[in-house]
């Protein structure tokens, strides 16, 4: 039977960018690896990635997963998008990535990243009543029953859909809010866990769609009293696996670059990181064991055990993993070598 290959791309939506795909169709028992998939090209002008009289960008597969949507021999290939001169088009973040990632491979970095999202019905959360507010959070992170709980449904068929395709997902969770939710991607290396948080986005938004629901890493959805949506980011390399200096010496290199590493994790951030809503204020940089209230936290059983990885609260939800995922490996390697 024809294979059918779905190409995911990012496109160059301002301030944030966005996921498109399309499908094309193969021969019977073409082969799916990344080298032998055909690069394909699409319509710069409808995706703010070229102008209309020299509209043609180029996709060319980097990463290859069962569709677990369709079936049988179908995939969804994740692309990068290139200028027609095969460089790197300016909104593919993910060639730098790998610059940098090549380049502190021997450091071994390795990246678990907890995405939350919020589910969107009719225009509001979903669980919000018509013109109106739920009760005040408290009882929704990691609740259970249908006064707490809105959109599972949804989130059991993503997970179902996540492991069927191969992306590394660690776990899911409700989240404070209602509507609310989270999963993992990880524990691994900046190209796998990056391509691999992409995958996991579509899958939700496509799985959603079989519902009627939408979905959202828009990082503040609710203004007001209710907690904003992050991406945090949980790094470490294998020297901080082995011994607690690493770690310390990491935090503290985060610390150097604080402002870039802000202005580069999201659009709105500002609104986000207030210092409320288990968040540090965006132009304080802060870290400690166990603190949710700092930039960077420190997991207890890591100070325990002396070695580990830490958290990067800092990132939004609506990052992009291959921008931060790059400028956590660059600032804490470059400082250790
Ligand atoms: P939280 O307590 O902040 O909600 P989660 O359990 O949601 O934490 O997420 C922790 C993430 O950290 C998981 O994705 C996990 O895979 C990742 N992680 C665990 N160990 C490491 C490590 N050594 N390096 C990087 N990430 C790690
Ligand atoms: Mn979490
Ligand atoms: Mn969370
Ligand atoms: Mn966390």
């Known amino acids: 039977m024809a294979i059918k290959a779905e190409y995911i791309w990012i496109d160059g939506t301002e301030p944030t960018a966005r996921l498109r795909s399309k499908t094309r169709i193969l021969a019977d028992g073409a082969s799916t690896t ?32 069962p569709d677990p949507i369709r079936g049988g021999d179908d995939v969804l290939v994740m692309c990068e998008v290139l200028l027609i001169d095969m460089t790197p088009h300016p909104t593919n973040n993910r060639a730098a990535c790998a610059e940098v990632a090549e380049k502190f491979a021997d450091h071994e970095p390795l990246f678990g990243i907890e995405q939350e999202y919020t589910f969107f019905k009719d225009g ?12 005040p959070q408290g009882f929704y992170y990691c609740g259970v029953g249908a006064d707490e709980v809105f959109g599972r449904e949804v989130v059991e068929a993503h997970m179902e859909a996540c492991i069927e395709a191969g992306v590394g997902l660690s776990g899911i969770n409700a989240e404070v809010m209602p509507g609310q939710w989270e999963f993992q991607v990880g524990p691994l290396s900046p190209l796998e866990v990056s391509d691999q948080l992409w995958v996991a986005r579509w899958l939700l938004y496509r799985i959603a769609e079989e519902f009627d629901i939408s979905a959202t890493v828009e990082p503040k959805p609710v203004k007001g009293d209710w907690n904003g949506a992050g991406a945090h980011t949980n790094f470490s390399t294998k020297a901080m696996r082995e011994g607690y200096d690493p770690i310390i010496a990491a935090c503290e290199a985060l610390g150097t670059k604080a402002e870039e590493h802000v202005k580069n994790y999201g659009h709105g951030i500002e609104d986000r990181l207030t210092g409320a809503h288990e968040t540090a204020p965006w132009t304080e940089f802060s870290y400690g064991v166990s603190n949710r209230g700092a930039s960077i936290r420190i997991p207890w059983q890591v100070a325990v055990d002396k070695k580990g990885y830490i958290e990067d609260r800092r990132p939004n939800a609506n990052m992009d993993p291959y921008v931060v995922t790059r400028l956590i490996t660059d600032t804490v390697c470059s400082a250790a070598l």
């Open 34 to 65: 990344p080298a032998d998939l055909p690069i394909w090209g699409f319509d710069g002008s409808s995706t703010n990635q070229a102008p209309g009289d020299n509209s043609d960008c180029v996709l060319r597969p980097v990463a290859v997963y």
């Open 124 to 135: 509001r959360p979903l669980g919000f009543p018509v013109g109106g507010f739920p009760a």
